[in-house]
Nanobody, 123 residues
Framework: QVQLVESGGGLVQAGGSLRLSCAASGRTFISSYAMGWLRQAPGKERKLVSA????????FYADSVKGRFTISRDNAKNMVYLQMNSLKPEDTAVYYC???????????????WGQGTQVTVSS
């Protein structure tokens, strides 16, 4: 079992930045899991924003966030981060941290989920 807790969400003006953090705990090491950040806006389906492989060597970004968001991880601290720059109103959503055993997924196929953190970008 893996428990995930997100933090760092909030209200920011368009063009601003936020850094989301995800703290992982449980009976296994986070290094066994690929990690992802997904988001869900009101009335829309949950979609993958970014993902990172177990050792951080491979990353994935949705087209909508390429060049603005950066995913990273610190396996020694059991932490995953999402640096979000040049935020736009359309980035407003609940952001979820997720873990998937072994290989990275570029869909929403993850095994464990956090409770989510709200990001609101005002225009």
């Amino acid at each position: 079992q893996v428990q995930l807790v997100e933090s760092g969400g909030g209200l920011v003006q368009a063009g601003g930045s936020l850094r989301l953090s995800c703290a992982a705990s449980g009976r296994t090491f986070i290094s066994s899991y690929a990690m992802g950040w997904l988001r869900q806006a009101p009335g829309k389906e949950r979609k993958l924003v970014s993902a990172i492989s177990r050792n951080g060597g491979n990353t994935f970004y949705a087209d909508s966030v390429k060049g603005r968001f950066t995913i990273s991880r610190d396996n020694a601290k059991n932490m995953v981060y999402l640096q979000m720059n040049s935020l736009k109103p359309e980035d407003t959503a609940v952001y979820y941290c997720a873990a998937r055993y072994s290989t990275m997924s570029t869909t929403d196929d993850y095994d464990y989920w956090g409770q989510g953190t709200q990001v609101t970008v005002s225009s």
